[in-house]
Nanobody, 121 residues
Framework: QVQLVESGGGLVQPGGSLRLSCAASRNIVSFYTMAWYRQPPGKQRELVSSITGSGSTGYADSVKGRFTISTGNAKNTVFLQMNSLKPEDTAVYYC???????????????WGQGTQVTVSS
């Protein structure tokens, strides 16, 4: 059962921009943190950016000043605006929710299935 759905990935030239979206399939009852991770080819998954329910944000050093995380008005969606993209940003990007969706009774981590971002000329 898909809990989170990512979209917005694709092929972009170096220096270009993409905006990733992640939407929860059901209403969010509690939202502690939503985050974006990425997994480059042949490497481990790494944290890119996160946002708390109160709006505090954090970024990996490699994306500071280029990526911006935000939530939608209903906080059922999280976005990742990616500017000045580099070839080393190429990866599958995943979103994660630390919280609870309607129908669940405990706090847990929910993951999306990922969206491919390729930065190449």
């Amino acid at each position: 059962q898909v809990q989170l759905v990512e979209s917005g990935g694709g092929l972009v030239q170096p220096g270009g921009s993409l905006r990733l979206s992640c939407a929860a399939s059901r209403n969010i009852v509690s939202f502690y943190t939503m985050a974006w991770y990425r997994q480059p080819p042949g490497k481990q998954r790494e944290l890119v950016s996160s946002i708390t329910g109160s709006g505090s944000t954090g970024y990996a050093d490699s994306v500071k000043g280029r990526f911006t995380i935000s939530t939608g008005n209903a906080k059922n969606t999280v976005f990742l605006q990616m500017n000045s993209l580099k070839p080393e940003d190429t990866a599958v990007y995943y979103c994660k929710l630390d919280g609870r969706l309607v129908g669940d009774f405990v706090r847990r981590d929910y993951w999306g299935q990922g969206t491919q971002v390729t930065v190449s000329s």
